[in-house]
């Protein structure tokens, strides 16, 4: 790995929350590991003002090997500080890792190397042939990450996306839409912002931190589903949209339906009228839920003047609903025989015509750049 020092000027980044204790050992272990493979190397402190002694000793390891330290009084959060350490670095290579020594730094060498060989993101994973997790890590960690890394298996093929051990180069962040992770997964943000193409995992014995506590919430957990809809809507904008609108329709369904029989049998009004009720409930629900969450840009509209055209889109849709069963049960003998069939297409079509227009008539126009801008 000789040539290395030339090719590589490689920034660690390092987030810091009441980290003290660990430093000395990180930075000791970094730099014998890069000296020793001859890589150039800035170690970047970013720390959350821990007030624990962290600037004292980055001052004096910053005697003897070259470490910054960052100190951020306004903000706090993982993912936020990464970034920040992107944006004061100015090196090719960018790699980022915990300060409780759970990522040995011994493998540090190895991400770079893959990244000279052109790599566009490099992963220390525990979840590969030779990788590892701690043996006290309990079921319920164990699972808890499974799932985690389950569910984001639509945005990477990566065994293990949730890790906060990985190198990039910085050019991959130059096409990048801007960052803007919720929660702490930064490394999944940049994976899937950027577009990452050539990706790999190295293996690594992921050990549990022996000094300090964990920083990592449930809530900060949570944020991760958020985070997650975010990602899944920025790769696709139109299906993300279709599923969403699906799920609001079918609540729409269970709104109409109840309310249609409490009135009926509980409140015991006429029953068209409480259908008619029940509609214009179950309408208005479903536009409520999609201006809010569906349609990206649904909240940009006047309310009152949406609704009625949601209203009006609905009653379309329930037109197209009755009216297609109604001819395909009178016009096309097989479904003559088999109403539920015919029914159930009256739904589809009905659902497709009422997603046409709240796409290109209620919530237009449809512009996922805007991705990100909302909670
Ligand atoms: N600046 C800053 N601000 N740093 C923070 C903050 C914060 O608010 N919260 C945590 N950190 C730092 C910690 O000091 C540590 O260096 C690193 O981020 C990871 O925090 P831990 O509290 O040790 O997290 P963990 O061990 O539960 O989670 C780790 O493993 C997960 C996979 O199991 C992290 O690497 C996660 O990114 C990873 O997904
Ligand atoms: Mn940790």
């Known amino acids: 790995m000789s040539n290395l020092k030339k090719n590589s000027q490689l920034v660690v980044i390092v987030p ?17 590991a890069v000296s020793k493979a001859g890589i150039e190397t800035e170690l970047l402190i970013v ?66 190397h893959l990244l ?32 985690a890394t389950l569910l984001a298996c639509g945005l990477t093929t990566l065994n293990d996306p949730m890790a906060g051990f990985f190198g990039f180069p910085r050019r991959i962040l130059a096409g990048s839409p801007q960052l803007t992770p919720v929660g702490y997964k930064i490394g999944l943000e940049i994976l899937v912002k950027a577009r990452c193409q050539k990706v790999i995992e190295v293996p690594i014995a992921f050990t549990e931190r022996v000094r300090g506590e964990s920083k990592l919430t449930l809530q900060q957990q949570l944020l991760y589903l958020r985070h997650l809809r975010r990602l899944y809507r920025f790769c696709f904008p139109q299906t993300a949209e279709i599923i969403q609108f699906a799920i609001v329709g079918s609540s729409g369904v269970i709104v109409d339906l109840f309310l249609y029989l409490g009135l009926t049998y509980g409140v015991r009004i006429d029953h068209q009228l409480s259908r008619a009720i029940s509609f214009v409930a179950a309408a208005s629900w479903n536009w409520f839920f999609n201006r809010w969450f569906t349609f990206v840009n649904g909240r940009g ?27 395909l049960t009178d016009y096309v003998p097989y479904l ?39 909670p």
């Not at 929350?17 to 970094?30: P, V």
Request: aromatic share 12%; proline share 3%.
């Open 16 to 32: 810091t929350y009441k980290e003290a204790d660990n430093l000395a050992e990180l930075t000791r272990r970094i730099f014998l």
């Open 47 to 112: 720390d959350d003002n821990s007030l624990d002694g962290t600037e004292q000793v980055c001052k004096t390891l910053a005697n003897q090997h070259p470490v910054r330290l960052i100190t951020r009084t306004l903000e706090r959060g993982l993912a936020t500080a990464v970034l920040h350490g992107i944006r004061e670095s100015e090196h090719d290579y960018i790699l980022v890792m915990d300060a409780d020594l759970s990522h040995p730094p011994e493998d540090i060498p190895r991400i770079v």
């Open 116 to 147: 000279n060989e052109g790599y566009d993101f490099v992963v220390g994973s525990r979840y590969v042939k030779g990788g590892s997790t701690d043996a006290e890590w309990g079921l319920f960690r164990w699972v808890n990450s499974k799932v």
């Open 301 to 327: 509209k006047k309310w009152g003047k949406q609704w009625l055209q949601f209203l009006t889109s609905a009653s379309v849709g329930f037109t197209v609903n009755w009216g297609s069963y109604k001819l």
């Open 336 to 374: 003559g025989q088999h109403h539920i069939v015919a029914f159930f297409i009256g739904i589809l079509l009905g659902m497709g015509s009422n997603y046409t227009l709240s796409r290109w008539f209620v919530f237009r126009p449809f512009n996922e750049s805007i991705e990100g801008a909302r």
